[in-house]
């Protein structure tokens, strides 16, 4: 595409400038093909490495983030959450907190990690466009930032503010920095205008080295003042920091600098012609690139975990990474995992379908087993970028390839050599090449200056009658009856006659003007499909009217679009914001990204597999598939509900039913199983039913209910029953315990309260009566002590609701709900106390003074005394002493007259 071609042409130019410091999309229940899986061609442009011992590696990528290795290069992982696929050109860890990272980017500022790569944020104040990090080894809240623009920027809180440090830099571009390990002040800088230093951590700089336009920077952490520098005109050594001499490999362009941990005399550096090493100081140079297959080097570090420092890793532009065990004498691709590959078209053999084509920026791959493995298959090519790729469908190993600026070429042998095929468009950009309906011998491309015709590819001629010169020509699409259709820079054309005559018809289409992709619906070709600046278009009457056709996926950019080829029809759009499916003629969109760790999706290509096999090629990630079949997906694989009250509440948790494979998932039948099945319900949430039929990329929710019937734990299973081809049937596990609900309340007309001995009650989401002075959820067995306490003015009389009494106090044992009221009686005088008292009932006197002569007369009452009569001839008495006469209690004393013991 022209607009990210221009990008990438930045980037390319501004690669040779990386500098990378050295030292040392929750839990789901998944199938395991419902997701992208990324395939290689592993390797692509590194920019940067950083290695952390022992085996941590980090490379930092044009255009494909950040990727980390946990064993010593052996295998790679995208590590970009939050921090997307930006070029990085540096990268640095606190030597303090290693786990914490910056990744400076090219456009986007400088990110930080400190989750080890988990995770990154942008930090806010940092300068856009960085080619250089440096962390204070004494002070890791200072870092140092080296700019296209700006020069040099600090920052003296972890990069939470930055300010320029430039007096006396007289360049805005900044290709490398270091920092003295010893004397941490001091900074050294690497710029298009050569060396400059400064003593006082970038306060004042001065030049030191007319070195020219130098890129890169190292220096010894044994002797700090041993330091070399790789320039446009060899490599360059200083002793002191400030007097630089020549070291050798002068006419070369060096990029790259690592030096011996332990011996400075000892050093590699990378340049255009790969890697050469040198053992005294840069006096001599020995070519060490063996098996580096491809020699323009980026970047080399020392591997910490090498005590013998003789293990180093190469990052290159366009072979990714390479490691040496022995000084560099041999180099090994080290690279599996590490997608960074610049895919601009993707193709499949229609009858092999096994067999993918893969056309990239370094040319041409190919695999015979559905991206397991790749060869590169670029011989005969005069240019290795490639962007449109065809395959014969009558005649399968023969292909054509669109190359940037070299025209065409053609393959008789299924890609295993090429030849130029492209008399009267040999320096065209071609970006897209097809083949007419009827006859495969007449080829169409579309490129930067119009529309070309051949026979074969013999000779090329130019057939834009009616479509403005030097239009660029995205996409080329043939139908029935010599029909031709064109999409471009200025919109859609249509021809009726082979493309010897066209016409514009932009009616409805995108007012941003640029058709990247069309495509036709296999069962209805009048029914066209627009790829565009603002979306996806759609028309019914072969492109004579558009209408917007984007739900779903809103005005993006919209690279391509492919059809499977037999029914049901499903769409697939490649986007700058990953895949979209759409099964019901583009009238909605859902995403279809999960496991892709790349969303620039210049293409898209759907193999005739059993089930179908979908190949995502991106813009800087290399290539991705997903099998098309039905892959079930629920969200949590497990619930659980908590404690509700028996017969009492209920609780709710959501289940997410996801489609994440590439045909529709029907959900069959779904039922709860398991012993404790009675206790638990479910309902549709955002499904339509019980039994939804979910799009590929979609989803939808079902409730589930927990409503014990009794206490006590439960446990059972939701089964879902799917016609998904790898796992039909997915349980997840139910689980919630039933409690029992205690409430206290107070009756009588006194007052008083009620203590509570017992275990914290469970959250059961008990709703408490207003009216009750205490209440509790608490699973079964639980034991509870309740005990009254009365009022000045008041005296217990009782529990009701209460299970079991000892004393005043009620003893409960959670088998059931419990209602328990604790009564008092509100005390006025004694007399009144008794006079209120029934004939049979025994009164017991709260705690208090009565002053006052009390009638005791009254037949069948008697007043109960506490702790037995003091009169030593009542010594062996316990519990209560029963009278019957006049009783009057006085200051304390008590006074018994008429009395008779009963």
Same mark, same amino acid.
Not at 87 to 111: C, E, K, M, R
Not at 164 to 191: E, M
Not at 301 to 319: E, K, R, V
Not at 477 to 506: K, P
């Given at each position: 595409?022209?607009?990210?071609?221009?990008?990438?042409?930045?980037?390319?130019?501004?690669?040779?400038?990386?500098?990378?410091?050295?030292?040392?999309?929750?839990?789901?229940?998944?199938?395991?093909?419902?997701?992208?899986?990324?395939?290689?061609?592993?390797?692509?442009?590194?920019?940067?490495?950083?290695?952390?011992?022992?085996?941590?590696?980090?490379?930092?990528?044009? @255009?494909?983030?950040?990727?980390?290795?946990?064993?010593?290069?052996?295998?790679?992982?995208?590590?970009?959450?939050?921090?997307?696929?930006?070029?990085?050109?540096?990268?640095?860890?606190?030597?303090?907190?290693?786990? $914490?990272?910056?990744?400076?980017?090219?456009? $986007?500022?400088?990110?930080?990690?400190?989750?080890?790569?988990?995770?990154?944020?942008?930090?806010?104040?940092?300068?856009?466009?960085?080619?250089?990090?440096?962390?204070?080894?004494?002070?890791?809240?200072?870092? !140092?930032?080296?700019?296209?623009?700006?020069?040099?920027?600090?920052?003296?809180?972890?990069?939470?503010?930055?300010?320029?440090?430039?007096?006396?830099?007289?360049?805005?571009?900044? $290709?490398?920095?270091?920092?003295?390990?010893?004397?941490?002040?001091?900074?050294?800088?690497?710029?298009?205008?050569?060396?400059? /230093?400064?003593?006082?951590?970038?306060?004042?700089?001065?030049?030191?080295?007319?070195?020219?336009?130098?890129?890169?920077?190292?220096?010894?952490?044994?002797?700090?003042?041993?330091?070399?520098?790789?320039?446009?005109?060899?490599?360059?050594?200083?002793?002191?920091?400030?007097?630089?001499?020549?070291?050798?490999?002068?006419?070369?362009?060096?990029?790259?600098?690592?030096?011996?941990?332990?011996?400075?005399?000892?050093?590699?550096?990378?340049?255009?012609?790969?890697?050469?090493?040198?053992?005294?100081?840069?006096?001599?140079?020995?070519?060490?690139?063996?098996?580096?297959?491809?020699?323009?080097?980026?970047?080399?570090?020392?591997?910490?975990?090498?005590?013998?420092?003789?293990?180093?890793?190469?990052?290159?532009?366009?072979?990714?990474?390479?490691?040496?065990?022995?000084?560099?004498?041999?180099?090994?691709?080290?690279?599996?995992?590490?997608?960074?590959?610049?895919?601009?078209?993707?193709?499949?053999?229609?009858?092999?379908?096994?067999?993918?084509?893969?056309?990239?920026?370094?040319?041409?791959?190919?695999?015979?087993?559905?991206?397991?493995?790749?060869?590169?298959?670029?011989?005969?090519?005069? @240019?290795?970028?490639?962007?449109?790729?065809?395959?014969?469908?009558?005649?399968?190993?023969?292909?054509?390839?669109?190359?940037?600026?070299?025209?065409?070429?053609?393959?008789?042998?299924?890609?295993?050599?090429?030849?130029?095929?492209?008399?009267?468009?040999?320096?065209?950009?071609?970006?897209?090449?097809?083949?007419?309906?009827?006859?495969?011998?007449?080829?169409?491309?579309?490129?930067?200056?119009?529309?070309?015709?051949?026979?074969?590819?013999?000779?090329?001629?130019?057939?834009?009658?009616?479509?403005?010169?030097?239009?660029?020509?995205?996409?080329?699409?043939?139908?029935?009856?010599?029909?031709?259709?064109?999409?471009?820079?200025?919109?859609?054309? /249509?021809?009726? $006659?082979?493309?010897?005559?066209?016409?514009?018809? @932009?009616?409805?289409?995108?007012?941003?003007?640029?058709?990247?992709?069309?495509?036709?619906?296999?069962?209805?070709?009048?029914?066209?499909?627009?790829?565009?600046?603002?979306?996806?278009?759609?028309?019914?009457?072969?492109?004579?009217?558009?209408?917007?056709?984007?739900?779903?996926?809103?005005?993006?950019?919209? !690279?391509?679009?492919?059809?499977?080829?037999?029914?049901?029809?499903?769409?697939?759009?490649?986007?700058?914001?990953?895949?979209?499916?759409? /099964?019901?003629?583009?009238?909605?969109?859902?995403?279809?990204?999960?496991?892709?760790?790349?969303?620039?999706?210049?293409?898209?290509?759907?193999?005739?597999?059993?089930?179908?096999?979908? !190949?995502?090629?991106?813009?800087?990630?290399?290539?991705?598939?997903?099998?098309?079949?039905?892959?079930?997906?629920?969200?949590?694989?497990?619930?659980?509900?908590?404690?509700?009250?028996?017969?009492? @509440?209920?609780?709710?948790?959501?289940?997410?039913?996801?489609?994440?494979?590439?045909?529709?998932?029907?959900?069959?039948?779904?039922?709860?199983?398991?012993?404790?099945?009675?206790?638990?319900?479910?309902?549709?949430?955002?499904?339509?039913?019980?039994?939804?039929?979910?799009?590929?990329?979609?989803?939808?929710?079902?409730?589930?209910?927990?409503?014990?019937?009794?206490?006590?734990?439960?446990?059972?299973?939701?089964?879902?029953?799917?016609?998904?081809?790898?796992?039909?049937?997915?349980?997840?596990?139910?689980?919630?315990?039933?409690?029992?609900?205690?409430?206290?309340?107070?009756?009588?007309?006194?007052?008083?309260?009620?203590?509570?001995?017992?275990?914290?009650?469970?959250?059961?989401?008990?709703?408490?009566?207003?009216?009750?002075?205490?209440?509790?959820?608490?699973? /079964?067995?639980?034991?509870?002590?309740?005990?009254?306490?009365?009022?000045?003015?008041?005296?217990?009389?009782?529990?009701?609701?209460?299970?079991?009494?000892?004393?005043?106090?009620?003893?409960?044992?959670?088998?059931?709900?419990?209602?328990?009221?604790?009564?008092?009686?509100?005390?006025?005088?004694?007399?009144?106390?008794?006079?209120?008292?029934?004939?049979?009932?025994?009164?017991?006197?709260?705690?208090?003074?009565?002053?006052?002569?009390?009638?005791?007369?009254?037949?069948?009452?008697?007043?109960?005394?506490?702790?037995?009569?003091?009169? !030593?001839?009542?010594?062996?008495?316990?519990?209560?002493?029963?009278?019957?006469?006049?009783?009057?209690?006085?200051?304390?004393?008590?006074?018994?007259?008429?009395?008779?013991?009963?």
């Amino acid at each position: 595409m022209k607009l990210l071609r221009e990008k990438f042409s930045i980037l390319g130019f501004l690669a040779f400038f990386c500098f990378c410091s050295i030292w040392h999309f929750p839990s789901v229940a998944f199938a395991a093909t419902g997701q992208w899986t990324g395939l290689g061609p592993w390797g692509g442009d590194v920019e940067c490495l950083l290695a952390i011992s022992p085996s941590i590696l980090y490379a930092g990528t044009q @255009n494909g983030g950040v990727f980390k290795s946990s064993d010593g290069g052996a295998h790679w992982v995208a590590v970009n959450n939050g921090l997307g696929n930006p070029t990085v050109f540096a990268l640095a860890a606190d030597p303090a907190a290693p786990a $914490n990272l910056y990744a400076a980017t090219y456009g $986007n500022g400088i990110y930080k990690s400190l989750d080890a790569g988990s995770s990154w944020s942008r930090l806010a104040a940092s300068p856009a466009f960085v080619y250089a990090l440096a962390v204070d080894p004494a002070d890791s809240s200072t870092l !140092y930032a080296g700019t296209d623009g700006g020069g040099v920027y600090k920052s003296t809180d972890g990069g939470a503010t930055w300010n320029g440090a430039n007096a006396g830099i007289p360049t805005a571009q900044v $290709n490398a920095l270091v920092v003295d390990p010893r004397l941490t002040t001091t900074v050294y800088v690497a710029t298009a205008n050569g060396i400059f /230093r400064s003593p006082d951590g970038g306060a004042n700089w001065s030049l030191v080295a007319d070195t020219g336009w130098t890129r890169d920077i190292a220096i010894s952490s044994v002797t700090p003042a041993t330091l070399y520098a790789a320039t446009g005109a060899g490599i360059f050594r200083s002793n002191d920091g400030t007097t630089w001499t020549s070291a050798g490999l002068s006419g070369s362009s060096a990029y790259a600098l690592a030096i011996n941990p332990a011996d400075p005399a000892k050093v590699f550096a990378g340049t255009t012609a790969g890697i050469f090493g040198s053992a005294d100081s840069g006096d001599n140079w020995t070519l060490v690139a063996n098996g580096l297959t491809n020699g323009n080097v980026q970047t080399i570090i020392f591997d910490p975990s090498d005590t013998t420092n003789s293990s180093l890793f190469a990052g290159t532009w366009g072979g990714g990474v390479f490691k040496t065990s022995n000084s560099g004498n041999d180099w090994q691709s080290a690279n599996l995992g590490l997608g960074n590959t610049f895919v601009q078209a993707v193709v499949t053999d229609p009858s092999a379908p096994a067999t993918v084509y893969a056309g990239s920026i370094d040319g041409i791959h190919i695999s015979t087993d559905g991206g397991a493995t790749w060869l590169s298959s670029s011989s005969g090519l005069g @240019n290795r970028d490639v962007e449109a790729l065809l395959v014969n469908p009558m005649s399968p190993t023969q292909l054509y390839a669109g190359t940037w600026g070299s025209g065409v070429y053609k393959s008789a042998d299924g890609g295993a050599s090429w030849m130029a095929a492209n008399t009267g468009i040999s320096s065209a950009l071609v970006h897209a090449v097809a083949m007419d309906a009827a006859n495969p011998q007449v080829v169409y491309a579309g490129t930067n200056s119009g529309i070309f015709i051949s026979s074969g590819g013999s000779a090329w001629n130019l057939c834009s009658n009616g479509i403005p010169a030097d239009t660029e020509v995205w996409s080329v699409l043939t139908a029935a009856n010599s029909v031709v259709y064109a999409g471009t820079g200025t919109g859609f054309y /249509r021809s009726s $006659n082979g493309g010897v005559e066209w016409i514009q018809s @932009n009616t409805g289409l995108a007012p941003c003007g640029v058709v990247y992709g069309l495509a036709a619906d296999p069962t209805a070709d009048s029914t066209l499909y627009a790829a565009t600046c603002g979306g996806v278009y759609k028309s019914t009457n072969g492109g004579v009217n558009w209408t917007s056709a984007s739900s779903g996926i809103g005005e993006i950019n919209v !690279y391509n679009l492919t059809f499977t080829g037999t029914a049901p029809v499903i769409i697939y759009a490649g986007t700058d914001s990953g895949v979209f499916v759409s /099964r019901d003629a583009a009238a909605t969109w859902n995403t279809l990204n999960t496991g892709l760790t790349n969303g620039d999706i210049y293409a898209v290509a759907v193999a005739g597999t059993s089930p179908a096999t979908i !190949y995502a090629g991106t813009w800087g990630g290399g290539v991705f598939s997903l099998t098309s079949t039905q892959d079930i997906c629920v969200s949590p694989p497990a619930l659980d509900l908590g404690y509700r009250v028996a017969s009492g @509440n209920s609780a709710s948790q959501t289940v997410t039913i996801s489609n994440g494979g590439a045909s529709d998932l029907v959900i069959g039948s779904l039922a709860i199983t398991g012993a404790g099945a009675a206790a638990f319900s479910v309902t549709p949430g955002t499904c339509s039913s019980l039994t939804p039929t979910i799009l590929p990329g979609g989803s939808c929710t079902l409730n589930l209910i927990f409503a014990p019937p009794s206490g006590g734990p439960y446990a059972a299973n939701l089964e879902l029953a799917s016609n998904s081809g790898n796992t039909p049937i997915v349980n997840v596990g139910l689980n919630g315990i039933g409690a029992f609900s205690l409430s206290v309340f107070l009756g009588g007309t006194g007052s008083g309260g009620v203590s509570v001995s017992a275990e914290p009650p469970v959250d059961a989401g008990l709703v408490c009566s207003p009216a009750s002075i205490y209440c509790g959820a608490f699973e /079964r067995g639980s034991s509870i002590i309740l005990t009254p306490s009365a009022d000045s003015t008041s005296y217990f009389s009782g529990w009701s609701g209460c299970p079991m009494t000892m004393g005043d106090s009620c003893f409960i044992t959670m088998n059931n709900a419990v209602n328990a009221t604790a009564s008092f009686i509100r005390v006025t005088s004694l007399q009144a106390i008794i006079d209120a008292a029934l004939g049979d009932d025994i009164i017991k006197l709260p705690i208090t003074t009565y002053v006052e002569n009390v009638v005791m007369n009254q037949a069948g009452k008697s007043l109960t005394l506490s702790g037995g009569w003091s009169d !030593y001839s009542f010594l062996s008495q316990t519990g209560f002493t029963n009278i019957q006469g006049s009783l009057t209690i006085a200051n304390g004393t008590l006074i018994l007259e008429n009395f008779q013991i009963i």
